[in-house]
């Protein structure tokens, strides 16, 4: 199944964490305009939908451009079982949201999620509202919807606002222009691009050999091989501090010659390798770095 096949899927459903209105929802309808969007109150609901075949796919995010990774993501992926088919980039626009008729002055405190209160934070320390976290976005619009608290606002997109008929007092929170969330379309079955297909992501998970520099000599045949890793993060398991995972993207397919190379000196240096897919590109990356380069430019 190509790239363009995906994301013309007429029937099915997508499966995402949160509840309606979340940016996880708006993720999945931007992606998959044409599946049903289910909302499921965990991470590990979400994808044990996909892997029971109650939902097509799941649509999770990883990370963001200004709070960083998603907490507990980078623990479930491993053992999940699901396979990575393609990635989506939402741009997040955060609004502050309260019951109709509610004055901005009359706002002490503001609930949402932990990224997202992370993502206005200094808009908050401007108008001097307190954040308090709760679990979900759209869960924080729906409580402010349900109580008679005036003092209480909300921070979540335009859709939950209309969805519980709250009014935004302030729009775009955000404190950063390009605030960004990077989420993996995750499926039951491997369904990997084409090398015809164009630039190609190929994500994975390892676990180095417990020897001096190990690291280094790992990731060395990416370099030596012209390979470009574009994000490595460490994360421990197990409950201690010395069995440690690493989570890595690159920029290239499986397939290739100079890929199998690097792959093959990592996996001689590592006791654990998860390949977790190889997928299209989103043509975001590319319009995020021809906008960096400009603004480089003209500074």
Not at 97 to 117: D, E, F, Y
Not at 262 to 286: C, D, H, N, Q, W
């Amino acid at each position: 199944m190509t790239h363009t096949s995906r994301l013309s899927v007429a029937e099915g459903k997508i499966a995402y964490q949160g509840e309606p209105g979340a940016n996880s929802h708006l993720a999945a309808r931007e992606a998959f305009p044409k599946l049903e969007a289910v909302a499921y109150p965990t991470f590990e609901d979400a994808l044990a939908a996909v892997k029971s075949g109650d939902a097509l796919y799941a649509m999770i995010p990883i990370e963001n451009s200004v709070a960083g990774r998603v907490a507990d993501i980078h623990h479930l992926l491993p053992n999940a079982g699901l396979y990575i088919v393609a990635e989506h980039f939402l741009r997040v626009r955060h609004q502050l949201m309260a019951k109709k008729g509610t004055p901005l002055s009359s706002v002490k405190r503001v609930m949402s999620h932990t990224q997202a209160l992370g993502q206005c934070r200094n808009t908050l320390r401007k108008l001097g509202i307190t954040p308090v976290p709760e679990a979900d976005t759209a869960g924080s619009a729906r409580l402010v919807s349900q109580s008679s608290d005036l003092t209480t606002a909300a921070i979540a997109s335009r859709l939950a606002a209309e969805i519980y008929g709250l009014e935004i007092l302030k729009s775009d929170m955000e404190d950063e222009s390009h605030n960004t969330t990077r989420f993996v379309v995750l499926a039951a079955e491997p369904d990997d691009a084409d090398t015809d297909q164009g630039p190609v992501i190929t994500t994975f998970i390892f676990r180095v050999r417990n020897i001096p520099a190990a690291l280094y000599k790992a990731l060395g045949g990416f370099a030596t091989n012209g390979v470009n890793m574009t994000k490595l993060e460490s994360y421990q398991t197990e409950g201690t501090f010395n069995a440690t995972m690493f989570f890595a993207d690159i920029e290239g397919h499986l397939k290739q010659h100079l890929v199998q190379l690097a792959m093959r000196e990592l996996s001689f240096f590592s006791t654990e390798v998860i390949v977790l897919g190889t997928y299209p590109s989103s043509p975001y990356r590319k319009e995020a770095a021809e906008l960096a380069s400009g603004l480089q430019i003209s500074t």
